[in-house]
């Protein structure tokens, strides 16, 4: 067992213990503990994302990444992960359909990188919000997808990336400065945190309309 699944078991482990000791709590203390309790989590939660502006699962804010017709009644969330070999198969399924599609749906794309499985997904992520800063999200989202297989198995997969910058003609010195941004790191834990908020533990993960698929 490898170091990275033995920390997510003791994780999972701690949770579990966490979450009983709770139940424990609330029996012996009645209501008026549990209360405490819940506030305390609450305060521990809001904490954690202070700062960030979390989107909900069934709308869109200024810092979401979309495309689609904007004022269709139709809007598709989308939960993904660049170094996911299942989301390149959805990535591949949304474009084949996406000529048909693209005047009915409003999709929005958001990343929930597995780290524990993919450890260049939140790299990739940051090059994409970072081309986005240029109006190249789209075109950045693609080149990752379609070359996944080439940079998934490098140690620093970096160089590649800058290659696919330097393709889409992006400004090398402004993709460094967002690269470093704090205000992209945060955009991509709000996108993080917005999906645990609905549930999503894997990817690619679907909403329509709030609904999960």
Same mark, same amino acid.
Request: net charge positive; with cysteine; glycine share 4%.
């Given at each position: ?18 979450? /009983? ?49 904007? %004022? ?13 070999? /299942? ?48 109006? %190249? ?17 490098? =140690? ?14 992006? =400004? ?13 790191? =945060? ?5 993080? /945190?917005?999906?645990? =908020? ?16």
């Amino acid at each position: 067992m490898n170091k990275q699944k033995r920390e997510h078991q003791e994780r999972v482990k701690a949770q579990k213990q966490a979450a /009983a000791a709770r139940n424990k709590t609330l029996i012996k203390y009645g209501l008026w503990a549990g209360v405490v309790v819940l506030a305390l989590l609450l305060i521990l939660s809001f904490t954690q994302n202070m700062g960030l502006n979390i989107p909900a699962n069934n709308e869109v804010i200024s810092t979401d990444q979309t495309k689609g017709f904007k %004022k269709s009644p139709v809007l598709l969330v989308e939960y993904s992960d660049f170094q996911c070999p /299942a989301c390149l198969t959805q990535h591949r399924t949304i474009r084949a359909a996406w000529k048909d599609i693209r005047r009915k749906v409003h999709l929005v794309y958001r990343h929930f990188p597995l780290t524990n499985i993919h450890p260049h997904a939140t790299l990739a992520a940051h090059y994409a919000e970072a081309a986005g800063r240029q109006d %190249k999200f789209w075109e950045m989202h693609d080149q990752l997808f379609d070359n996944q297989a080439t940079w998934a198995k490098l =140690d620093d997969p970096s160089a590649t990336f800058d290659g696919y910058a330097k393709t889409l003609k992006l =400004d090398m010195a402004k993709l460094e400065t967002d690269l470093a941004s704090a205000e992209l790191k =945060d955009k991509i834990k709000a996108d993080i /945190a917005s999906g645990r =908020d609905a549930g999503v533990t894997g990817t690619p993960t679907l909403f329509i309309n709030g609904e999960r698929l």
